[in-house]
């Protein structure tokens, strides 16, 4: 994804304003509240799941319990994989939990800071 669309996208998170990047057929990163704690969430689409997707990263999520430490996966209720983290305190921190969340889903292709 290119640097200067997840900029926007990471400066309206910072701004409270809704917001939300497509990264790929089926892939998308948006604003989501749960309960009243606001979070970034990567959703991927029951269509654009791969075969055993949600099992390795429930696999990953528990076997690196530390490095994914506030990353909640589930599926939805139109079966999409759902990985959720809270909004940090720090803002310049949402872009390490953006690239969590796509290195937990093995989306890690789709992270243009991985390939800084």
Do not use: N
């Not at 654009?48 to 430490?69: C, M, N, S």
């Amino acid at each position: 994804m290119p640097d200067d669309r997840r900029q926007v996208f990471l400066d309206s998170l910072v701004s409270g304003a809704a917001a939300h990047l497509a990264l790929a057929p089926g892939i998308k990163v948006c604003a989501q509240q749960a309960g009243r704690q606001s979070g970034l969430a990567l959703h991927i689409a029951r269509e654009a799941l791969q075969t055993g997707q949600l099992q390795r990263v429930l696999e990953r999520r528990f076997e690196q319990a530390v490095a994914f430490d506030g990353c909640f996966a589930y599926l939805d209720a139109q079966g999409a994989l759902v990985i959720w983290h809270a909004l940090p305190a720090a803002h310049g921190a949402l872009d390490r939990i953006l690239s969590r969340l796509l290195s937990l889903a093995d989306l890690s292709a789709l992270d243009a800071r991985a390939s800084r």
